[in-house]
Nanobody, 116 residues
Framework: QVQLVESGGGLVQPGGSLRLSCAAS????????MGWYRQAPGKQRELVAT???????NYSDFVKDRFTISRDNTKNTGYLQMNSLKPEDTAVYYC??????????WGQGTQVTVSS
């Protein structure tokens, strides 16, 4: 059974930083593209960033130059370093593992709140 467990969320002031982690178990982590998504209240879930097993990254425009996605295939863990956080970054952040055409796993999410 595949499990993804996110951690590292919390309350932070504008301009602050957080590092999210996603620990995977029950599958071959390196076989998947890993992504971070977020969902704010009343909004649809949106892509934040993705990283392939080989380390190729892709970012949504609203987080470029502020967030960094990474992974450690030896530890079956992925990360999202978030700097210069803004109130509009407030959302539940979800970890995702994907392998086309149809394999898709999600974590339970971790809340990030940016507020003074």
């Amino acid at each position: 059974q595949v499990q993804l467990v996110e951690s590292g969320g919390g309350l932070v002031q504008p301009g602050g930083s957080l590092r999210l982690s996603c620990a995977a178990s029950g599958t071959i982590f390196r076989a998947y593209v890993m992504g971070w998504y977020r969902q704010a209240p009343g909004k649809q879930r949106e892509l934040v960033a993705t990283i392939t097993s080989g380390g190729t990254t892709n970012y949504s425009d609203f987080v470029k130059d502020r967030f960094t996605i990474s992974r450690d295939n030896t530890k079956n863990t992925g990360y999202l370093q978030m700097n210069s956080l803004k109130p509009e970054d407030t959302a539940v952040y979800y970890c995702n593992l994907r392998r086309p055409p149809a394999t898709d796993y999600w974590g339970q999410g971790t809340q990030v709140t940016v507020s003074s």
